[in-house]
């Protein structure tokens, strides 16, 4: 399994039951990393705004953008995606 | 709900962008999203006498959310309402002061919400965004949390957005323990005042009326003007002494203006919550009489108007861990 370092830039108090689950356990220290599996952090990066998957050393200046919005659609029936979404790394947003 | 559901919140950095990536998650008492739908009727002549279909018309999204204050998260929820605070150090925490009187009302951040109800599998959620509060209120009585009820109203939702995995606000809630009333009437010392619980109500009287912003082509609101503000402050008279006063004053007519700080501070960590009414007057102070009750409270309500000596109407302050809400 790959597994890649995500860190915690959010505010104190925060517990991730998700994180629980990989073995780590209480409550979130900012700038604390994790090593996690590659689609756990993935899960995590998407959920919450404080996880930031960090780069490898090799491909940090590649690194994907972790933030992502959603633009709205013109009308609800005919979703359209704006220029912005699409983002260096995005693709890897889907599910497993 | 049960304990496995959850909310979601993240400010949005503009009208129509929607963040999918949450920034806490408030725990909540109940939460109940609601759709808003007109529907468009039009009575005909048909020749019989049963129902035809009717085409929905605007719509947009309410959500109720009910919960205790936690100290982290809720200054996130508080934005959607009186708009960013002005955070700075204080001490070792820090401070969040909101001050609608600062707060151009079109840059009260929207924000994006998620709110899941996990019991059923596949989950049922619902994810809300260009939303706003439109009330907020805060309560505190005896043997209870310090509590918050926020009123959302949101423009648009999206039904394709994937359900992010919750991040538990494990922060300080703080109690009845922690409650204090301070009192100034007339610009007189400030003095505590005993009482049995304190609250407020604040409203920014959204414009949410299809009638008033609707436009032709499209089935959603494209903006939410805020409008007026209005605060109700309400208390507790607990204090015998003053029972009388307080009762006589919804009567008066030439009304003292009472100064209000209501506060709740946690004796260790230092952690605080402050509401001011600069000034405000009664309007309701009922003494019912009762065979069967001992009269030891009343119930004051006053409503509060911007101050002409201080130019302010009322700000809450927030003293947390969290560096700011930006």
């Not at chain 1, 690194?63 to 992502?68: E, F, M, N, V």
């Not at chain 2, 619980?197 to 499209?218: A, Q, R």
């Amino acid at each position: 399994v790959t597994t890649v370092t995500v860190k915690y830039t959010g505010p104190p108090g925060q517990q991730v039951p998700l994180l629980a689950a990989h073995g780590h356990a209480g409550v979130c220290r900012p700038d604390e990393t994790y090593e996690l599996p590659e689609d756990v952090a993935e899960r995590l990066a998407r959920s919450s705004r404080w996880f930031r998957v960090m780069p490898a050393a090799s491909t940090a200046a590649a690194a994907p953008k972790r933030r992502r919005s959603r633009k709205a659609p013109a009308s609800p029936s005919a979703p359209e995606p704006a220029a912005e979404d699409v983002q260096a790394g995005d693709e890897e947003d889907t599910e497993p | 709900v049960s304990r496995i559901d959850y909310v979601g919140l993240a400010k949005q950095e503009e009208l129509g962008t929607a963040v999918t990536e949450m920034e806490y998650f408030p725990p909540q008492t109940e939460f109940s999203p609601t759709r808003n739908a007109e529907l468009l009727t039009l009575e005909e002549t048909l020749g019989d006498r049963f129902p035809e279909q009717k085409d929905p018309g605007t719509e947009f999204f309410e959500a109720n959310w009910a919960g205790a204050v936690h100290m982290a998260s809720f200054p996130r929820v508080a934005s959607a309402h009186f708009g960013a605070p002005d955070s700075g150090v204080d001490g070792d925490l820090n401070s969040h002061l909101f001050d609608p009187t600062l707060i151009d009302p079109n840059d009260i951040p929207f924000h994006s919400l998620i709110q899941a109800r996990k019991d059923p599998t596949p989950a049922i959620f619902d994810f809300l965004y260009d939303a706003l509060v439109n009330t907020l209120s805060m309560n505190v009585d005896v043997n209870t949390y310090l509590t918050y009820a926020a009123a959302w109203v949101a423009i648009s939702r999206d039904a394709d957005a994937e359900l992010p995995d919750v991040i538990r606000d494990t922060s300080r809630r703080l109690n009845f323990k922690h409650a204090r009333v301070y009192v100034s009437i007339n610009g007189g010392v400030e003095a505590e005042l005993k009482v049995g619980k304190w609250g407020f109500e604040s409203t920014n009287n959204l414009v949410s009326d299809p009638g008033e912003t609707g436009i032709l082509g499209s089935a959603h609101l494209d903006e939410l003007p805020v409008g007026n503000a209005g605060c109700t402050a309400t208390f507790t008279v607990r204090d015998k002494s003053q029972l009388s006063d307080y009762y006589l004053r919804a009567f008066q007519t030439e009304p003292d203006s009472i100064a209000l700080r209501m506060t709740a501070l946690h004796p260790v960590t230092l952690e605080k919550v402050e509401f001011k009414v600069y000034s405000c007057n009664e309007i309701d102070a009922p003494a019912p009489g009762s065979a069967t009750n001992v009269l030891r409270g009343i119930d004051i309500s006053a409503e509060a108007h911007k101050d002409t000596d201080t130019g302010k109407f009322v700000t809450l302050e927030l003293v947390n861990d969290v560096a700011a809400y930006a």
